[in-house]
């Protein structure tokens, strides 16, 4: 057997794991490390400007590809700046392996140079944390961390390594584990049968059906049987902010997204249906509006490899535990069975009133058609996201940051293939889209990627355009320019009277222009409404340049649908300005 | 409604901060804890009693469930059982109060664990609803100090919570 130090181990983990990246940022305590992953120079690593960023960009593969990112950050600073992207990761549920340095063990709690208890730090937002103690448990441990990120609900797993059992003058064998077994940990591997038939029952029982489903479907790979199971019954499915994509976009069964920016059909159907089949969704806050109106003569199928995301907001009449994929294909048979018992079920009559009710609402209150700004003369946010569209083919991948811009991008790119949207949904987190771009990227090369963002989030990573010149990620950065933290002052404008408490930068941003052309980039601004679609065909005919297009939108645009609130319902919206439901 | 929860765990570094965690973190409250090693030393028992609505103890086990660490955990209270919880206790034990104090003490079958000149440490054992109406039982005489285990508790009859 080969002996190795606790270093080479580590590197050589990762190489026999199939890592493809690794996004870091070297220091003192995982110098080891890194002088063993260059010796082998195995596994590429991307040195990003920020650990933060590490984080996102492997998010941003991880989202991309399905498969863990990877990161390995210093004790202290570069741990703690890691947190934000932790976070991000466990909101969303997405793998990921995070390796932290640590101080050497006799230091630790010492208060010793650039120590922090990042085990301590990070427990609350990631699944499952580790401080190796002995060099010896490092493969094993690393195998754990991958293993339980990826399984079950995926999520970011913390491996803490103290800088002493990384030394190169001590070796010991190694040996990498096929696979592990946990005791304390089996995540569900199929549902429960008799709760599926029911729940089958049930939904051929629906008169007013809708399929909600979220980012847990496209995490579990179930977008197919989603849409065949949709399809079969000729059901309206919505997504969240997160499942966009796992349903196609551009088909006529799918009524946009739902929640608080949602779409008023998707909103409206929730509503007033009479069973909701929930697929990988949480009933987050800002889907549900007030829990105690939430669709009142609505049953509920909620369908969770997590038992703990089942009845945490809302009751479910039938909860099903198990992987979207098993409990799908078991789900689409036993409708079927009962199809071929009775030709008649689903009631076809009642299925045909709901989709009539359906196309009534889509027609009168559809998105946004540009009929109320006939008289801008701005280019408006939508018009740049339908432009992007286009010169993507509907087929890019779009990465966003948070605000006003991530909502236009999820309501009008209509997303048609899971993964291609990506975003941070729970956590929020600005700064996540630069980043999050160079990873994916990085993962598929070849492919459009889009960062669609605003000036407030794109200064919160702007250090990241020097990574994209080094490792060469020509992806493009759409910036939807209107000098304002735009959903703050939305807020404002609606709640506070228009009082700008910090939503303007007051003349102070930096000409993005000369900026990205001194990381080497190329800058196109667009003013006009008639340069826009130019503008982006270029951007995107620039297959080897970062290119960011800087797109002068009108200001005082907000974002509709919106959710009244508090104590609305899912049908309580704003629709412009001036009009409600 | 109050509950007892009785978790097996591994016996790692980092184990116990993630089930007390849970509960700072999503809001629930821990009215007493307990923890130790069990016979096979790579386990530890924690027993945390707690309160809340059904939906809010779902939610709790539902979570614990969910901690890497936990490997099994039952609620107690959902059947027959039988709790314990220890406390020691330090009064003043002069003039009248002094035969008082152990009166008091024999009707609860406690027993009076170390004794010095003006003051008695008394051992008591039981629900702690028994410990709570001993302290109030103890009526006008000083309490100096009170310590208490916190609840520790088994299932009755032929269930055990093992591998």
Known sequence: MELLSGGEMIARALEDEGVEYIFGYPGGAVLHIYDALFKSNKVPHILVRHEQAATHAADGYARATGKPGVVLVTSGPGATNAVTGIATAYMDSIPM????????????????FQETDMVGISRPIVKHSFQVRKAEDLPATIKKAFHIAASGRPGPVVVDIPKDITRPDEKFEYHYPESVKIRSYSPAQRGHTGQIKKAARMLLGAKRPVIYAGGGVIQGEGSDLLVELAQQLNYPVTNTLMGLGAYPGSDRQFLGMLGMHGFYEANMAMHHSDVILAVGARFDDRV??????????????????????ISKTVAADIPIVGPVTSVLRELIDQVSAHQEKDAELPDAAALGRWWDQIEEWRASHGLWTGRRYAESESIMPQQVIESLYRATNGDAYVTSDVGQHQMFAAQYYKFDKPRRWINSGGLGTMGFGLPAAMGVKLAFPDIDVACVTGEGSIQMNIQELSTCTQYNTPFKIINLRNNYLGMVKQWQDMQYEGRYAMSTYEDSLPDFMKLVESFGHVGIEVRKLE??????????????????????????????????APNGSMKDMWLSKNERT | MRRIISILMENEPGALSRVVGLFSQRGYNIETLNVAATEDPTLSRLTLTTAGDDKTIEQITKHLNKIVDVVKLVDLTEGAHIERDLMLIKVRAQGVARDEVKRTTDIFRGQIVDV????????????????????????????????????????????????
């Open chain 2, 116 to 163: 010095g000149p003006n003051v008695y440490t008394i051992q008591l054992t039981g629900t702690s609803d028994k410990l709570d109406s001993f302290v109030a039982a103890m009526g006008d005489a000083t309490i100096l100090e009170v310590v208490r285990s916190g609840v520790a508790g088994i299932a009755r009859g032929e269930k055990v919570l093992s591998l």
């Open chain 1, 531 to 564: 340069d826009l679609d130019a503008a982006m065909e270029e951007a995107f005919a620039m297959k080897d340049k970062l290119v960011f297009v800087d797109v002068f939108i009108d200001p005082m645009e907000h974002v509709y649908p919106m959710h009244i």
């Open chain 1, 97 to 112: 392996v995070v390796l932290s340095g640590q101080v050497q063990s006799h230091l630790i709690g010492e208060d010793a």
């Open chain 1, 288 to 309: 549900t509006n007030t829990v105690s109106k939430f669709c009142p003569g609505a049953k509920i199928v909620h369908i969770d490899v997590d038992p703990a995301s």
